[in-house]
C-alpha cells in the first residue's frame, strides 16, 4: 500500500510528479477578488467521486486540514472529519492503533494530524487504508514540504514555462529560520531541498537549532556538509551553518555567509513541544528592513503559518512576501498527491522508504524488550497499542549498521554490530533507562 508517512516515503520523481501535476491543476484554482473560483475542466471529471478521505486531526489545524478537504470536495469526493482529539474517543483513553483500525474500515484514505513522532507509521502499520502525515509531534510534516517546494518553484526557482524539474533546485540558496529543533515542516523541507541539490543556510535561537540527529543522518546518509558561518556582522541577521552536497566526512573551515538568498523559510517558536524549556526565547522578527539587506533584497519570504510574532504584518503587502500563495497551493498540490496515492492504492502500489537513498535495510532488530529512546515516541506514549520496532539500516561508505526506530526513526545509542547482525546491548540501554 502507498502511505506517505514521511518526505522519504517518495523518491524524488514522485516528488516531481506531484509537483507537475499540482501544475497543471493550479489554473483550475483563479483567485478572483478574495475567493477562489473553480474553472471548467480536469476538475468536472471529479477524480476523487469515489472516495471517502478521513481527517483524522489530534492536533490544531487550519491551513492542512481545510486544504486536504478542500482538494477532496473540488475533485467530488466526500470527508469525514475528527477536527479535535477531546470530540473523538481518544478522550476516553482510545489509542491511535485501535482508532486507526476503526477509520480505515470506513474510509478510502486516513489524513493524520497527532502530537507523537512517529504516529503517522503506527497508523500506517495496522492500517487497511492508505494514510498521509499531516504532521506528526516534531517528528515530520511531508505533505507541507510538497506546498513549499512547489511554491519555491512557482514563484522563483522555476526556469522558463515549462515542466517542474529537480534541476531547478539545484544550486538555489534558501534561508531557513526558526525553531529548526521542535518545526517538523524543516525537517521534511531540510531532506527534501538537500535532495535536490539546494544549498541550505540555516539560523536559529540558541538551543533551537536542528536535532544532532537529524544533522548526522545528513551528513551520513545524505552526503551534506555542514559548513560553520562565521557572521562579520553580528547584528544582521545571517546564518550560524551552511549546509550543502559534499563528501559530508569531515569538518570543514568556516565561511561567510551566503551573499544573496533566493528565498528565506520562517517557522515559529513551537511553544507547545518546548517541554518545560522556557519560551521566553529572543526569537527577532522579519520586518519590510530585513529585506532591504542586501543578501535578502531578492529573496521570497515563506512561512508554513501560523505566523506569531517572528514575521511582521507590514511584509504583507511586499511582493516578496509569497506566505499566503504558499497556503492557497495547498489545495493543488494536495489534491495532486491525493489521485496520486489512492490511483496507486487502486493499482495496489506500495511504499518504499527511500532512507536518504544511501542506506540500505538490512532488516530488524528482533529483540523488543528495549522502548524507543525517544520519550515523545508514539511507542513510549502508546507502549501497550506500539510495541517497540526497530529497523537495521546500512550506513553509506562505512558499511556501518545502525538501528532505528521504525516509527519515530530515533537512532538506537546502544547497540552492538557483529557478523552483519545487529542487536542491543540490553545491559546499556537499561542502565540509561
Ligand atoms: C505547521 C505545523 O502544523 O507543523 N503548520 C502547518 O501545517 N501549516 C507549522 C506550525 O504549526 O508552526
Not at 515530520?140 to 534541476?167: I, M, N, S
Not at 511507542?379 to 549498521?401: A, H, I, N, Y
Not at 545509542?413 to 540490553?426: I, L, P, Q
Request: with cysteine; proline share 6%.
Amino acid at each position: 500500500m502507498r502511505h506517505v508517512t514521511s518526505i522519504a516515503d517518495l523518491s524524488d520523481d514522485e516528488i516531481v510528479d506531484v509537483l507537475n501535476a499540482a501544475e497543471s491543476l493550479r489554473p483550475h484554482f483563479v483567485a478572483r477578488g478574495g475567493r477562489t473560483e473553480v474553472l471548467r475542466g480536469f476538475l468536472d471529471k471529479r477524480p476523487l467521486e469515489p472516495f471517502i478521505a478521513a481527517t483524522l486531526f489530534y492536533e490544531p489545524s487550519t491551513r492542512t486540514r481545510l486544504s486536504f478537504e478542500t482538494a477532496m470536495l473540488r475533485a467530488g469526493g466526500r470527508t469525514l472529519t475528527v477536527a479535535d482529539r477531546e470530540s473523538s474517543s481518544a478522550a476516553k483513553g482510545e489509542t491511535l492503533a485501535d482508532a486507526m483500525r476503526i477509520v480505515s474500515s470506513y474510509a478510502d484514505v486516513c489524513i493524520l494530524r497527532h502530537p507523537a513522532d512517529g504516529a503517522a507509521r503506527l497508523a500506517a502499520s495496522v492500517s487497511s487504508i492508505p494514510v498521509i502525515n499531516a504532521g506528526d509531534g516534531s517528528h515530520e510534516h511531508p505533505t507541507q514540504t510538497l506546498c513549499d517546494l512547489y511554491t519555491l518553484w512557482a514563484t522563483g526557482f522555476r526556469r522558463g514555462a515549462g515542466k517542474v524539474d529537480k534541476e531547478h533546485f539545484r544550486g538555489k540558496h534558501v534561508a531557513i529560520w526558526g525553531d529548526l529543533r521542535n518545526g517538523r515542516t524543516v525537517h521534511s523541507l531540510m531532506y527534501a531541498l538537500l535532495r535536490f541539490g539546494a544549498c541550505v543556510s540555516t539560523r536559529s535561537s540558541p538551543d533551537l537549532d536542528l536535532p544532532h540527529e537529524l544533522r548526522t543522518r545528513l551528513s551520513l546518509e545524505y552526503g551534506v556538509e555542514r559548513i560553520p558561518v562565521r557572521s562579520t556582522d553580528p547584528s544582521s541577521l545571517t546564518a550560524d551553518a551552511l549546509y550543502v552536497e559534499g563528501k559530508g566526512d569531515h569538518d570543514p573551515a568556516p565561511r561567510p555567509p551566503v551573499a544573496a538568498y533566493d528565498a528565506m523559510y520562517v517557522t515559529r517558536l513551537q511553544k507547545e513541544r518546548l517541554q518545560g524549556a522556557s519560551s521566553d526565547v529572543d526569537y527577532g522578527t522579519v520586518t519590510p528592513e530585513t529585506l532591504k539587506q542586501p543578501p535578502f533584497a531578492n529573496s521570497v519570504v515563506l512561512h508554513p503559518l501560523p505566523r506569531v510574532s517572528e514575521l511582521s504584518y507590514d511584509l504583507d503587502a511586499l511582493e516578496q512576501a509569497k506566505y499566503f500563495q504558499q497556503a492557497a497551493y495547498g489545495v493543488p498540490v494536495r489534491l495532486a498527491l491525493l489521485v496520486s496515492v489512492l490511483t496507486e492504492w487502486l493499482k495496489g502500489g506500495e511504499t518504499t522508504r527511500i532512507y536518504g537513498g544511501r542506506a540500505a535495510l538490512r532488516g530488524a532488530i528482533s529483540d523488543t524488550t528495549v522502548a524507543c529512546q525517544n520519550t515523545r515516541c508514539i511507542s513510549q506514549l502508546e507502549p501497550r497499542s506500539t510495541p517497540p520496532r526497530f529497523d537495521v539500516l546500512e550506513l553509506p561508505t562505512t558499511g556501518r549498521l545502525v538501528g532505528r526506530c521504525f516509527y519515530c526513526d530515533t537512532d538506537v545509542r546502544h547497540g552492538v554490530a557483529s557478523n552483519g547482525r545487529f542487536s542491543f546491548d540490553t545491559d546499556a540501554a537499561k542502565a540509561i533507562g
